[in-house]
């Protein structure tokens, strides 16, 4: 599997070559060449910024079709926290969690339930570990991929527990296993995602081997499938009680939740990539010095404003807070068992995909070129190079895959020199006497 696989992808056929997604894109993934945008996958975080910018939907999360529950003979649904801020007046999850079952899965494993263990795992971690503090919670995928890229000297600031959906899934797997004495390949482990950085997360784990998750839905695709089901299971007083969390839980839907759920009050938490990108920075700079955590949400809001979601994050945080109301605490708690699986396997390492040269000697001077370029564009930042900046376009061209003449005034000065030049050699006094 190459390990820069992206679930944002584009659809030529509908992209219109405009420059909206070029000057969203956080981390100028994005270019646009004979008239349609490209993503390098090897910078693109799978944030979904450009699938909410473009005006055309050219761009498009990659997720599995419904029909994956056919491939296994037992399946799992892994709600989301946040699946349960798009439901108007829901006053119990068991509803959502019954309509599930009545969809097609055999069973649920709320995801909420395993973040309340992985908040009581990183509650003990942080306090065990305070040489390493502030430690920064590994929840986002997308933001520890814009950490592995960009920000090298903070990975060891990353908390090397397992997500939420990472243990949640090899908990029910275990569970589904020795109900039903299949074998756990047999066994189908669906997450409902919010968002499509989870998909890349997938099939691309950061931190462990090989995720337990085998397949992703969008939760825009399930949302009008349940709610139909979930009437009909009210009007039957049919309601199974499925429910493993309770506040902690259920608050890691929304920015804030996760480290709510540490029970501290030195902790930073900042949602939306242009906040987390002006966090980091910030940190890698020793701004920090007195929190033991940082949260940082990739979506605004956290998790409820993920591109796959349907309702308005700031009106799901609204949902999410009114339903754990008059719920308890916490209802999942920690064994041993479940601690020694929860932690992260493999190390991150730095990918310098941003880097010039191959080498400190080249990249100075490349670098140096890129900077000779850049004073020779005019620094409007227009994008009608297909390039997010004019420093952008000077990298793109240093690296070989753009031309200076990309750039519109420079492209119009040589227009002008060569319209110049062909004057004058068109001009009586320089034309050849007639024989």
């Given at each position: 599997?190459?390990?820069?696989?992206?679930?944002?992808?584009?659809?030529?056929?509908?992209?219109?070559?405009?420059?909206?997604?070029?000057?969203?894109?956080?981390?100028?993934?994005?270019?646009?060449?004979?008239?349609?945008?490209?993503?390098?996958?090897?910078?693109?975080?799978?944030?979904?910024?450009?699938?909410?910018?473009?005006?055309?939907?050219?761009?498009?999360?990659?997720?599995?079709?419904?029909?994956?529950?056919?491939?296994?003979?037992?399946?799992?649904?892994?709600?989301?926290?946040?699946?349960?801020?798009?439901?108007?007046?829901?006053?119990?999850?068991?509803?959502?969690?019954?309509?599930?079952?009545?969809?097609?899965?055999?069973?649920?494993?709320?995801?909420?339930?395993?973040?309340?263990?992985?908040?009581?795992?990183?509650?003990?971690?942080?306090?065990?570990?305070?040489?390493?503090?502030?430690?920064?919670?590994?929840?986002?995928?997308?933001?520890?991929?814009?950490?592995?890229?960009?920000?090298?000297?903070?990975?060891?600031?990353?908390?090397?527990?397992?997500?939420?959906?990472?243990?949640a899934a090899s908990l029910a797997r275990e569970k589904a296993r020795k109900?039903?004495?299949?074998?756990?390949?047999?066994?189908?482990?669906?997450?409902?995602?919010?968002?499509?950085?989870?998909?890349?997360?997938?099939?691309?784990?950061?931190?462990?081997?090989?995720?337990?998750?085998?397949?992703?839905?969008?939760?825009?695709?399930?949302?009008?499938?349940?709610?139909?089901?979930?009437?009909?299971?009210?009007?039957?007083?049919?309601?199974?009680?499925?429910?493993?969390?309770?506040?902690?839980?259920?608050?890691?839907?929304?920015?804030?939740?996760?480290?709510?759920?540490?029970?501290?009050?030195?902790?930073?938490?900042?949602?939306?990539?242009?906040?987390?990108?002006?966090?980091?920075?910030?940190?890698?700079?020793?701004?920090?010095?007195?929190?033991?955590?940082?949260?940082?949400?990739?979506?605004?809001?956290?998790?409820?404003?993920?591109?796959?979601?349907?309702?308005?994050?700031?009106?799901?945080?609204?949902?999410?807070?009114?339903?754990?109301?008059?719920?308890?605490?916490?209802?999942?708690?920690?064994?041993d068992s479940n601690e020694k699986n929860a932690y992260w396997t493999e190390?991150?390492?730095?990918?310098?995909?941003?880097?010039?040269?191959?080498?400190?000697?080249?990249?100075?001077?490349?670098?140096?070129?890129?900077?000779?370029?850049?004073?020779?564009?005019?620094?409007?930042?227009?994008?009608?190079?297909?390039?997010?900046?004019?420093?952008?376009?000077?990298?793109?061209?240093?690296?070989?895959?753009?031309?200076?003449?990309?750039?519109?005034?420079?492209?119009?000065?040589?227009?002008?020199?060569?319209?110049g030049e062909m004057s004058m050699l068109d001009s009586p006094g320089r034309?050849?006497?007639?024989?």
């Amino acid at each position: 599997m190459d390990k820069f696989f992206t679930a944002v992808r584009l659809d030529e056929s509908l992209c219109k070559g405009c420059i909206n997604c070029i000057k969203r894109c956080p981390t100028q993934a994005i270019r646009v060449r004979n008239g349609k945008a490209a993503i390098t996958k090897e910078f693109c975080i799978d944030c979904g910024e450009c699938i909410r910018i473009c005006p055309h939907h050219a761009k498009q999360a990659y997720y599995d079709p419904l029909s994956i529950l056919k491939e296994y003979e037992y399946n799992v649904a892994l709600p989301a926290p946040s699946l349960y801020g798009q439901f108007n007046n829901l006053d119990d999850v068991n509803i959502v969690l019954t309509a599930l079952k009545r969809m097609g899965f055999d069973d649920v494993y709320e995801v909420s339930g395993a973040a309340e263990l992985v908040s009581e795992i990183s509650r003990k971690y942080v306090e065990e570990h305070k040489d390493l503090w502030p430690f920064i919670s590994t929840a986002c995928p997308s933001v520890v991929r814009l950490i592995r890229v960009r920000f090298p000297n903070l990975i060891e600031h990353l908390l090397p527990v397992k997500a939420p959906v990472d243990l949640a899934a090899s908990l029910a797997r275990e569970k589904a296993r020795k109900e039903t004495g299949l074998p756990a390949h047999r066994i189908g482990i669906i997450f409902i995602s919010p968002c499509p950085a989870k998909v890349s997360a997938v099939k691309t784990p950061l931190g462990i081997e090989k995720s337990d998750v085998d397949g992703v839905l969008a939760m825009k695709e399930v949302y009008p499938r349940l709610l139909p089901l979930m009437k009909e299971a009210e009007t039957a007083q049919d309601i199974e009680e499925l429910a493993i969390s309770g506040k902690i839980g259920i608050s890691w839907g929304g920015s804030g939740g996760e480290a709510g759920g540490l029970l501290t009050d030195s902790y930073l938490a900042a949602d939306g990539i242009e906040n987390v990108i002006r966090v980091l920075e910030d940190l890698e700079d020793q701004k920090f010095s007195s929190l033991e955590f940082i949260e940082l949400n990739a979506c605004s809001g956290g998790c409820v404003g993920g591109v796959l979601t349907v309702e308005n994050p700031f009106v799901a945080k609204v949902k999410i807070k009114r339903l754990r109301k008059y719920m308890p605490v916490a209802c999942n708690h920690l064994e041993d068992s479940n601690e020694k699986n929860a932690y992260w396997t493999e190390k991150v390492r730095y990918e310098p995909v941003f880097k010039l040269g191959m080498d400190i000697k080249e990249s100075i001077a490349m670098m140096a070129k890129v900077e000779e370029l850049y004073e020779r564009f005019p620094g409007l930042d227009c994008g009608s190079c297909g390039a997010p900046t004019c420093k952008a376009l000077a990298e793109d061209v240093v690296r070989g895959v753009a031309s200076e003449k990309d750039c519109i005034h420079i492209l119009r000065e040589y227009i002008h020199k060569i319209s110049g030049e062909m004057s004058m050699l068109d001009s009586p006094g320089r034309r050849p006497e007639p024989e």
